[in-house]
């Protein structure tokens, strides 16, 4: 592992299913972030985690939730899909919380029809 | 009005020529940041900066922290420049929330 890892890379979904998408780090970064991106609507923060144990709401929370039981994985878990669902989710880090740079992972393109 | 503003939201241009994308924020920010996605997807974060003019090879990023502007300059335009150029910033009041801007799509033709 070098970087994020974000499992699945694509996944198409029935409407009601529950799913949990993974991120993974090795760089041992305090920060995570869970985005999604969706045309004309840029990156949006859904959930974050300042640091292991510990976690808040971003702009759209609403139909996800996420947990950081340790430094390196940061699921994010939607209960019961929606279309409105339907994005790219990018995982994010930071060393720590304020100036310092992102790094993201590749993405998980995620369909529910 | 949203608290990022990109300019222009699309840019065509030929290879060689220099690129100017520009970003206007209207909140107190702890930091900007300038990130490349280039399709296919993957993001990558070019520049952080607070104050000042930041290079590598050729981009440069400037910010004017009195006017809540910064800039993204590309010399010497290479067709593998084309991507999605996004500016985001750090939020003083709450210091783990980023606001995006919509991107700036760049395609340099060869």
């Known amino acids: 592992i070098a970087g994020i890892t974000q499992a699945p890379t694509s996944q198409i979904l029935a409407a009601g299913r529950r799913m949990t998408l993974r991120c993974t780090q090795d760089?041992?970064?305090?920060?995570m972030y869970w985005y999604r991106q969706d045309l004309g609507l840029g990156l949006r923060l859904i959930h974050y985690s300042n640091t292991a144990g510990t976690t808040g709401k971003g702009e759209v929370p609403d139909g996800y939730s996420v947990s950081r039981a340790n430094t390196d994985d940061f699921p994010l878990t939607l209960a019961s899909a929606v279309p409105s669902q339907t994005s790219v989710y990018f995982c994010?880090?930071?060393?720590?919380?304020?100036?310092?740079?992102?790094?993201f992972g590749a993405g998980s393109r995620l369909t529910v029809l | 009005k949203n608290e990022v503003e990109q300019s222009p939201q699309n840019l065509t241009a030929q290879e060689g020529e220099f690129i100017t994308i520009n970003c206007s924020y209207s909140v107190g920010i702890s930091a900007l940041h300038w990130l490349q996605q280039h399709p296919g997807g993957g993001i990558v974060s070019l520049f952080m900066?607070?104050?000042g003019k930041k290079k590598h090879g050729r981009l440069i990023a400037t910010i004017n922290i009195q006017e809540k502007h910064s800039s993204l300059h590309i010399t010497a335009s290479h067709p593998r420049d084309s991507a999605v150029y996004i500016c985001a910033v750090g939020i003083i009041q709450g210091a783990q929330k980023l606001v995006f801007g919509q991107g700036t799509r760049l395609t340099i033709n060869p």
């Open positions: 994010a880090t930071r060393q720590a919380v304020g100036a310092n740079v992102l790094t």
């Open positions: 760089m041992r970064h305090n920060a």
């Open positions: 900066l607070s104050s």
